[in-house]
């Protein structure tokens, strides 16, 4: 029987590595990232509505986010009828709670659900691997949230090799200062950028619970520490913490990431994170991978 309306959940990521190997022809660069997703998630509803073929209906919690061709769920839309004929009548409902210009894919994580939403809703008939064509034409990430587990990425981000057995579960706690980083900047500055004297850079090595080892570095953090100091800061700081056994900016940030030794709630460190950033930080605790 086919369904009315359904909702999905997009889970955020973060990038526990990601090494940026060399600028590619095309422009892009080539990467080498492993990458996890997270309990923190938006929430998708795709529903059947009255209206002529191709009519979305598209509404969103957060007043920010644009309804029309910039936003990546209408974009993923759009493709889909690209590929299979004009969509019937369509209401999309984006509840946010992933913030944007984060580092944390929120907006890919919509755009994946969007594909695997309609896909399912429609009755499309779209092998996964039609789904993984569509998701690389939106951008380098959209491919990792179809498989909704640990993954590596290659080529610009959008070749994943999946790893469902790899489960580090990693206790993390977010900081997210309240400005955002744009993504091609970040990658534009890369080659040139240079380390600040006394931030550590170098791999950081962590145990998951499930007993492997994993390295964490992130090669745009010089870039993006060189223009925004406080994140050189907040990572120092985390660092000399007893409470984190390791530290690192998410993708191109602003999320700093912090990895916890223990699964207890961290209700000390974020009011300390308060208490020396100022309270104006958004700030999520929870499980990597």
């Given amino acids: 029987m086919a369904r009315d309306a359904l909702t999905l959940a997009a889970p955020a990521k973060i990038n526990l590595s990601l090494r940026v190997l060399h600028r590619r022809e095309d422009g892009f660069h080539e990467l080498e990232t492993l990458m996890a997703p997270l309990g923190l998630a938006d929430h998708l509803t795709l529903g059947r509505a009255a ?4 009519a979305i209906n598209f509404s969103c919690t957060d007043p920010e986010v644009p309804s029309d061709a910039r936003n990546l769920v209408m974009q993923a839309l759009a493709l ?13 409902h984006l509840e946010k709670s992933i913030p944007h ?8 994580s919509d755009a994946a659900a969007a594909l695997q939403g309609a896909n399912d809703l429609l009755g499309l008939g779209l092998a996964f691997g039609d789904l993984e064509e569509l998701a690389a034409r939106l951008g380098s990430d959209v491919p990792f949230f179809l498989h909704r587990c640990v993954g590596v990425g290659r080529g610009r981000g959008e070749l994943i090799e999946p790893r ?8 993390v706690l977010l900081i997210k200062p309240p400005f955002p980083v744009p993504t091609p900047w970040a990658y534009q500055q890369w080659a040139a950028a240079p380390a600040l004297p006394g931030i550590p850079y170098a791999p950081q090595t962590v145990i998951g619970a499930d007993g492997a080892p994993l390295t964490l570095i992130n090669d745009l953090e010089r870039p993006v520490f060189a223009k925004h100091l406080l994140l050189a800061d907040i990572k120092l700081w985390l ?26 709630p961290a209700a000390g ?11 104006w930080s958004w700030l999520w605790q929870g499980v990597a991978g």
């Fill in 239 to 264: 660092m000399a913490r007893p409470e984190v056994a390791a530290a690192l900016m998410s993708g191109s940030g602003s999320t700093m990431v912090a990895v916890l030794r223990s699964p207890e």
């Fill in 164 to 171: 469902p057995e790899q489960r580090p579960a990693l206790p």
């Fill in 51 to 54: 209206g002529p073929p191709g």
């Fill in 101 to 108: 210009g984060a580092g944390l894919g929120g907006g890919s």
């Fill in 80 to 92: 889909l009828a690209e590929a299979h004929g004009p969509l019937p009548a369509l209401r999309v």
């Fill in 269 to 279: 460190l974020k009011a300390a994170v308060a208490a020396e950033f100022g309270p």
